[in-house]
């Protein structure tokens, strides 16, 4: 048993093990996070809708830790997995390279409600926030699916037409 926690506790220093644990942040934490926005929308409970939204706004930063851990991993992964793989890894890092902006913004428009708070227009920014983290909830669901695919390849991948 001490032997599994000490490796744990090594593991967790890896960049390979971290960005495994860190890739699903965003889309758990959006979900957790939209659900407590949408209690506070019935119950008007402050401290809530307060941890609503700054669970939105640190999930939309794991992104940050997630791509420096995956760049620090992406050599080891590479040299672990088929030669085929290669450029389907490396296309996929370049893809959340790209849509990391969408979660910066998620994160700034975070913040930009927390300063709105007791301002009289805060309704229409909440509402704002949760369509925003609704989309980037289902982007999140969308990226976590590619990753699949590639990682694990008992996951089918459906093409148009079938």
Same mark, same amino acid.
């Given at each position: 048993m001490w032997s599994e926690s000490t490796s744990l506790w090594q593991s967790l220093g890896e960049a390979e093990y971290l960005h495994l644990l860190l890739e699903t942040l965003p889309l758990y934490g959006l979900g957790l996070g939209l659900l407590l926005l949408l209690i506070t929308a019935?119950?008007?409970e402050k401290i809530c809708r307060l941890v609503a939204i700054v669970l939105l706004g640190a999930s939309c930063l794991s992104v940050v830790p997630y791509l420096s851990c995956r760049h620090a991993a992406t050599p080891r992964i590479l040299a672990t997995r088929p030669v085929s793989l290669g450029a389907a890894i490396e296309a996929q890092t370049r893809l959340r390279e790209h849509t990391a902006w969408t979660y910066? *913004?998620?994160?700034? *428009?975070s913040v930009f409600t927390m300063a709105m708070m007791g301002n009289r227009y805060l309704t229409r920014v909440l509402i704002a926030l949760g369509v925003y983290a609704v989309f980037l909830f289902g982007l999140s669901l969308w990226l976590h699916k590619k990753e699949c695919e590639l990682y694990h390849p008992n996951i089918l991948r459906h093409t148009a037409g079938e």
């Open positions: 019935f119950s008007k910066h *913004l998620g994160a700034v *428009l």
